[in-house]
């Protein structure tokens, strides 16, 4: 109806000027008086949005869950599933991230109108990495591609470094060095490289990598 209508139109205002204090309660509001209809649906997601862009992932997560559980084929279930993961990344609940990320890549991975493929890529490598899976984590981010390559490149090199495959990890923190100069990563890669020679009793190449680190 024109109401329904009007009543979106005004929380998406807020919401799109960075209000979610204002806009989630408005959009929840429309989702619980008028769920049947397809802008009361699409509120429900928002309003888990507006919470999850204020940092409450907990409640965030609730709505998210509600939302795929009523509506798991709704033109927002990807980006839902997506979000519901993405709350346990930020507190850190790196088991059940990995296991939504894969969910999600395992059910949209490919799709050409799915905006957010390579990063849920990256945050299951990293969540692997958090739980000391450092084999999947790898070969997770050698398949990252697009922007997120530079950073994928230098968390293999790290992973590698942790998985004990030290000249892998050397050859891969060397590539991404020489790759992108300008990554904020770029320091990084040098200390640790300068670590791993160390480590390795390398020490000529241990002090180049620390000379070129202090040189950056």
Not at 159 to 187: I, M, Q, V
Request: proline share 4%; with cysteine; aromatic share 16%.
């Amino acid at each position: 109806s024109l109401l329904v209508e009007v009543r979106f139109q005004k929380a998406w205002a807020q919401y799109e000027e960075g209000r979610y204090a204002a806009a989630g309660p408005d959009f929840r509001a429309l989702a619980d008086t008028y769920p049947s209809t397809p802008r009361g649906r699409e509120a429900l997601f928002w309003g888990g949005d507006c919470l999850y862009q204020q940092g409450n992932y907990g409640r965030a997560r609730s709505l998210f869950r509600q939302y795929l559980d009523a509506y798991p084929d709704g033109p927002q279930a990807s980006a839902a599933l997506y979000a519901l993961a993405w709350t346990h990344f930020k507190q850190e609940q790196f088991e059940a991230a990995a296991r939504l990320f894969r969910r999600f890549l395992d059910a949209y991975d490919g799709q050409g109108d799915i905006p957010y493929d390579q990063d849920a890529r990256l945050r299951l490598a990293d969540s692997s990495l958090a739980l000391k899976r450092y084999e999947d984590a790898i070969e997770v981010y050698r398949r990252v591609g697009g922007q997120g390559t530079a950073y994928a490149l230098y968390q293999a090199g790290e992973a590698l470094n942790y998985a004990g495959r030290r000249e892998e990890a050397l050859r891969t923190l060397e590539r991404f060095a020489e790759r992108h100069p300008d990554s904020r990563w770029h320091p990084d890669a040098l200390y640790r490289m300068g670590e791993v020679h160390f480590q390795m009793q390398q020490y000529e190449a241990s002090v180049e990598a620390f000379r070129r680190f202090v040189d950056t």
